[in-house]
């Protein structure tokens, strides 16, 4: 079959690889409906993490189960499904609370930039539609799997609550998530860090109220002008570098909560900082499996759009424009059709 690998830094390839196969019986194999390029499979795609050996990438996915291992229940051959980037037995004392983003059996999805994917611990992992979506709602329910539930749970850390003020950092597909969470949460001002027309764009259709194009020191000081000098009652780090997580600091008001999502590169405290800020803090891998069915369902009943993210499509075998396409800041998200 088809299948994206990344052979060294700007080196992607969609190439022959093995079909994969059930290797335990918590296995399930899907046929992938559509996959995506994510913004963290950007930093091995710079050579700002290691590439040791050719990678297998991909972790968005949906699609429907064609062969499950002996031991899943909860899926079944001929079912579209969903599943989170973080594989989870959704049964052990961190799933219960919330946290399969930190289960005891912990996997991180892979190889799902291809026709069909392995998919371990299926019946904590994958969530099943009651019916065949209809084809327009694929985009949308491929958000759910990382990129709509990551920003989501980067409001949720915030504790984003109906009437507060909310800053978000960084107008990528994370970021742009998080505006509509915010909004979806009762957000009643929402402030998105945007330097590009077509991102600020996408953030304003999603509820945000007003865009700063500044960065830094400016930035900052737009933000404390638009809050009457306090900050933001909750804001969403949705970058992860140095600067994006200094700006997330000094926008936040004393009492407030910062839901960081950003995978960090670069990023260290200073402790005094924190002391005297009075900020809270909360973030990491998202556990999208707590969010999803109520995710899978907003998509479903047609409540929220997420998909818009994907502003370009191509298919598997361009997978290489996709990824270029993203780095140069072409597009916003690209979506994979397999």
């Not at 031991?71 to 594989?87: D, I, W």
Request: net charge negative.
């Amino acid at each position: 079959m088809l299948g994206t690998v990344l052979h060294a830094p700007g080196d992607i390839r969609c190439e022959e690889v093995s079909e994969p196969e059930i290797l335990l019986p918590t296995d399930a194999i899907i046929k992938l409906s559509a996959s995506c390029v994510c913004g963290s499979d950007l930093w091995p795609y710079r050579g700002l993490n290691d590439v040791a050996e050719p990678m297998h990438m991909g972790h968005e996915y949906c699609g429907v189960v064609v062969e499950v291992g002996s031991a899943v229940k909860t899926v079944k051959p001929g079912q579209f499904v969903v599943g989170s980037f973080c594989l989870s037995d959704n049964t052990c004392p961190h799933c219960k609370v919330g946290f399969q983003s930190s289960c005891e059996q912990r996997e991180f999805m892979t190889g799902a930039q291809a026709s069909l994917a392995r998919v371990p611990l299926a019946d904590g992992t994958l969530v099943a539609t009651a019916e065949m979506p209809s084809e327009d709602l694929i985009p949308s329910l491929l958000a759910t799997s990382d990129v709509l539930g990551t920003g989501w749970y980067a409001a949720v850390a915030a504790q984003v609550k109906p009437g507060s003020t909310v800053v978000v950092v960084g107008d990528g597909a994370v970021g742009l998530m998080g505006v509509l969470a915010s909004k979806q949460m009762g957000a009643e001002r929402i402030i998105a860090m945007s330097r590009h027309k077509n991102r600020q764009d996408l953030a304003l259709e999603y509820g945000a109220t007003d865009i700063i194009a500044e960065r830094g020191d400016e930035g900052i000081a737009k933000v404390k002008e638009l809050t009457n000098k306090i900050g933001a009652d909750a804001v969403l780090e949705c970058v992860g570098t140095k600067q994006s997580m200094d700006q997330a600091l000094h926008c936040a008001r004393p009492g407030s909560m910062i839901g960081y999502v950003g995978v960090p590169h670069g990023v260290e405290f200073d402790g005094q900082q924190l002391f005297f800020s009075q900020v809270g803090m909360l973030g990491g891998p998202a556990p999208v499996r707590r969010f999803l069915p109520h995710l899978m369902d907003l998509v479903l009943t047609r409540k929220i759009n997420p998909g818009k993210v994907f502003d370009l499509e191509v298919p598997l075998a361009d997978v290489a424009e996709g990824y270029k396409a993203m780095d140069e800041r072409r597009t916003i998200k690209t979506l994979l059709r397999v």
